[in-house]
Structure formats: structure tokens, C-alpha cells
């Protein structure tokens, strides 16, 4: 298959890839130079790429040598976890009065299927993101799309983290109830019940936020 990404996006994807799965591990610096020769590049690509994972927030301390990879912290967890939760209850107040509903329960359906046939899998990750981002993209509002694609990268690093650092059945437990509460989203739209979806959503976000303050504090 032919690869149409540019040379810096597949650089950048690369990155992400590894950051996401602690192959880049929080807290590495990530140096220009040695990156150039990796990807047997010039400067040029690595430092869009560079860029790009700043723009996620995936990264900071940027200087000309190179950056740092994004160290979590609870106050950083708490914050975007606040966001998540603004943005997608105004997807929900938008899509709710726009939607085509017939074709959204359907994809939504679908992809419950695929997140309890991938709730051990590291596919998981990329069934709850398209879930999520569903919501968003029914809305209307191409902005609050933006805002979701890049913040949920940031999101999804910081659950990555905590996977890495919780036992195997703290995992489980945190993905399965995730998934109830998907369920209980999914149901309260059947319904037509808005209160109840959003109720959920902060449902959702607060307990990533406790799960966050216990190991973080």
C-alpha cells in the first residue's frame, strides 16, 4: 500500500504512536538530533512534527534541542477532564436537537459491539474515541470537533498512564465501567432523554477524575 502521509505527519503519527504507548515514556526528552538520525531526515520534519505534538499537548519544554514529553500531574488530569466535560455536554445539547437519530443509534450501537469485544485489547482506546467523537460530529458545530480531536489525545495519554501504573483488574474494572456507562448514554438517547445522557457524561468524567486523584495524590 502506497503511504500518502507526508514525511512529517508520518514522522508525527510515529511519535504519537509511542508516546501513547509508553514506547516514549513521560518525562523523555525528545532530541532533534538524534531524532534526525533515526528518521534519516533533515531538522525540518522533525520540528513540524514537533509542533504538531505540541498543538496536542502531548509535549512541552520546547527548546531549539528538542522537547519534553508531557509529565501527568492530578492538576493536569482534573483540568482535562473538566474540559471533556464541557465540551461533549454541548455536543450532547446540539446533537440532541439536530440528529439524524435512526442513523446515529445504529453507529452507535456498533461500536458498543466493538468496545466489549475490545475491552482487554489495546484497540479499546479507538473504539471509545470514535464513540465519543460521534456525539461531536452529529452536533453540527465544526469547532467543537476541533476541540475534541485535539483534546482527546491529551485524554487518552492521560488514561494510558494510569494503565500503566494500576494492576491489570483496576484496568478491567475502570474500562468496564466506561462501558456501562456508554451503555446508559446510549440508552437515555434512545429515550430521548437529554438530563439523563448528560448525567452520565459527568458521571463518566468524574470518575476518571477519582480514579486520577487516587494514584496521582
Given at each position: 500500500m502506497i503511504n500518502k502521509l507526508s514525511l512529517n505527519e508520518q514522522i508525527y503519527e510515529t511519535l504519537k504512536r509511542e508516546i501513547f504507548t509508553h514506547k516514549?515514556?513521560?518525562?523523555?526528552?525528545?532530541?532533534?538530533?538524534?531524532?534526525?538520525?533515526?528518521?534519516?531526515?533533515?531538522?525540518?520534519?522533525?520540528?513540524?512534527?514537533?509542533?504538531?505534538?505540541?498543538?496536542?499537548?502531548?509535549?512541552?519544554?520546547?527548546?531549539?534541542?528538542?522537547?519534553?514529553?508531557?509529565?501527568?500531574?492530578?492538576?493536569?488530569?482534573?483540568?482535562?477532564?473538566e474540559l471533556m466535560t464541557i465540551i461533549t455536554i454541548g455536543a450532547f445539547e446540539l446533537f440532541f436537537k439536530n440528529v439524524d437519530r435512526k442513523q446515529l443509534e445504529k453507529e452507535l450501537e456498533s461500536l458498543l459491539v466493538l468496545q466489549e469485544y475490545n475491552l482487554n485489547s489495546d484497540k479499546y482506546f479507538y473504539y471509545d474515541y470514535c464513540f465519543h467523537k460521534l456525539f461531536f460530529e452529529y452536533s453540527g458545530n465544526q469547532k467543537l470537533v476541533d476541540l475534541y480531536k485535539q483534546f482527546s489525545g491529551l485524554s487518552e495519554m492521560a488514561v494510558r498512564s494510569l494503565d500503566k501504573i494500576t494492576s491489570s483488574d483496576s484496568t478491567s474494572d475502570n474500562r468496564l465501567k466506561s462501558f456501562t456507562l456508554h451503555q446508559k448514554i446510549v440508552e437515555a438517547f434512545k429515550n430521548d432523554d437529554l438530563d439523563a445522557a448528560k448525567e452520565c457524561i459527568r458521571e463518566h468524567y468524574q470518575h476518571a477524575d477519582d480514579v486520577f486523584k487516587e494514584y496521582y495524590n
Open positions: 516514549i515514556e513521560s518525562g523523555s526528552l525528545l532530541v532533534n538530533k538524534d531524532l534526525q538520525e533515526r528518521f534519516e531526515v533533515s531538522s525540518s520534519p522533525i520540528r513540524d512534527a514537533i509542533n504538531r505534538l505540541e498543538r496536542d499537548g502531548l509535549i512541552e519544554k520546547i527548546t531549539r534541542a528538542g522537547a519534553q514529553v508531557l509529565i501527568f500531574d492530578y492538576n493536569k488530569t482534573k483540568e482535562i477532564n
